[in-house]
Every structure is written in structure tokens, then in C-alpha cells.
Nanobody, 116 residues
Framework: QVQLVESGGGLVQPGGSLRLSCAAS????????MGWYRQAPEKERELVAT???????NYAFSVKGRFTISRDNAKNTVYLQMNSLKPEDTAVYYC??????????WGQGTQVTVSS
């Protein structure tokens, strides 16, 4: 059973920064892609950013230029650096991974709150 464990969430003021981490229980090379999704209260879960096994990245329009997804292969960890945070970025952020057999995995989520 694959486990994805997120960390790094918290309370930050508008304009501030946070870095989320997602540690996988097996090598991240076993996944076709990994990514971050978020879900705000009373809203549907939405894609934030993804990174493929080849290193290609994709971002939601609302976070382009502010968020950066990256990975550390040796640590089996994917990161989401979030800068210039806005109140509308407040949500539970989930790590996601899918493998070559089409299986999808989710972390438990980490809360990010942007408020003064």
C-alpha cells in the first residue's frame, strides 16, 4: 500500500510563503506523475500543479508564477513552494500520485490558511 504524507501547511499572512512536502513510501520513479490538488470549503477539489516522471510541470492558471512544484528523487519527496499567497489560496492541499497501472493515490491533506 502506497502512502503519501503531506506536511508544511499552516497559517500565513497574505503575501507570505509556505512550502508543502509530500513524502512517498516508495520511489517516486514508480509514478507516472505526482501533483498537488486543493479543496476549499464548499468547492470541488481542483488541480494546483503536477510534475511528470520526465520532469514536465503543469500549473493551474490561478497559481502560475506564484507556485513551483519540484521533487527530490533521493528523498522520494515532492514539494510545492507557494509564494505571494492570497486568501483565495486557503484550502486543504492534497498530494496525488498515479502509477503505470492507472492506480491513483492520495495523501491525507494539509490545511493552508491565508489570513491577516
Amino acid at each position: 500500500q502506497v502512502q503519501l504524507v503531506e506536511s508544511g501547511g499552516g497559517l500565513v499572512q497574505p503575501g507570505g510563503s509556505l512550502r508543502l512536502s509530500c513524502a512517498a513510501s516508495r520511489t517516486i520513479f514508480s509514478f507516472n506523475a505526482m501533483g498537488w490538488y486543493r479543496q476549499a470549503p464548499e468547492k470541488e477539489r481542483e488541480l494546483v500543479a503536477t510534475i511528470t516522471i520526465g520532469g514536465s510541470t503543469n500549473y493551474a492558471f490561478s497559481v502560475k508564477g506564484r507556485f513551483t512544484i519540484s521533487r527530490d528523487n533521493a528523498k522520494n519527496t515532492v514539494y510545492l513552494q507557494m509564494n505571494s499567497l492570497k486568501p483565495e489560496d486557503t484550502a486543504v492541499y492534497y498530494c496525488n500520485a498515479d502509477d503505470s497501472l492507472g492506480r491513483v493515490y492520495w495523501g491525507q491533506g494539509t490545511q493552508v490558511t491565508v489570513s491577516s
